[in-house]
């Protein structure tokens, strides 16, 4: 389009669907341009975090819990072609419970996750948040997770506050609300003082604590999490497992996927152990060991008892 004395405008139209958040920010995230290149970076070598007070885990603020279970997988299956990556997983999360989906890399738990977050349709089975059928109500239904992928998707031109207020926009949230529990989230996560800074310029760690506070903007009922202490320091790492202690403690149900044997130990109510593409024990640490019947045994051995029939290895 001509403007007089202006050059050539360029305009480009933008769909936004909440049912699919993550492509609208892959659309969108070439389009601000360099707007922040002028900006102050973080210091190299570290977050900046001012003294060695640990930041304060974000808060899911949750309202009466109804009975049942918040999320529920039944019979979930997902292929793809002739290959079967998922098989029919069952499993139920509470409120206020932290399930860990334990297993080796390709046992179909980021597939798993993916099919409960919308992201990815099921050839069969179906997922129930707070009993609605998230394939038959698509946006309403949605709206009630929070989603945290392995790798943090994230606008990066924009500032971590500017990023929070999108989010909360396309969540819906008033400007007023949006503004106030962007601040909130912020100073919750440890990112206060990095809040006019461009994400471009963050640290594995900031960007993971950024997309979880992205997750928690609107307080989900169902926060799900793939692999999030993947690639972090051990300061980091401890920081993300207390924020998801805590939104669990607030009333959130929590699905997370893992292959860390420590996260499971450390962050789970129940595991349960997924192992190509089928579930093959869910339970506590005792629970466990009466499905091996291995009564004492830790962690480590159950797993690699429970998946040693599938392998073709005699325990």
Known sequence: MKVPGQGICQFTRIVLSLDEPERFLQAVAGRRGQAHLGRPQPAAG??????????????????PAPGGAALAL??????????TAVAGVDLAVRYGEIVAF???????????????TGLVRPSAGRVLVEGRDLWDEGAPVRRLLGYVPDTPLLYESLTAREFLWLMAGLYGLSRVEGR???????????????????????????????????????RP?????????????????????????QAAGEGAAVLLTTHALDVARELADRIAILHGGRLRA???????????????????ELFLALTAEAEGVSA
């Open 46 to 63: 570290g977050e900046g975090r001012p003294g060695a007070t640990s930041p304060a885990p974000p808060v899911v603020s949750q309202g």
């Open 74 to 83: 039944e019979g979930l299956v997902k292929r793809f072609g002739g290959f």
């Open 102 to 116: 334990l297993g080796s890399n390709g046992a179909g738990k980021s597939t798993t996750i993916r099919m409960a």
């Open 180 to 218: 106030r529990r962007a601040d909130e989230l912020l100073r919750q996560v440890g990112m206060e003082r990095w809040a006019d800074y461009p994400i471009r310029a963050f640290s594995l760690g900031m960007k993971r604590k950024m997309a979880i506070a992205a997750a928690l903007v609107h």
């Open 221 to 245: 009922r169902v926060l799900l999490l793939d692999e999030v202490t993947n690639g972090l320091d051990p300061r980091a790492a401890r920081e993300v497992k207390d924020f998801i202690r």
């Open 282 to 300: 869910v339970g506590d640490l005792e629970a466990l060991r009466s499905a091996a019947g291995l009564p004492g045994a830790g962690l480590e």
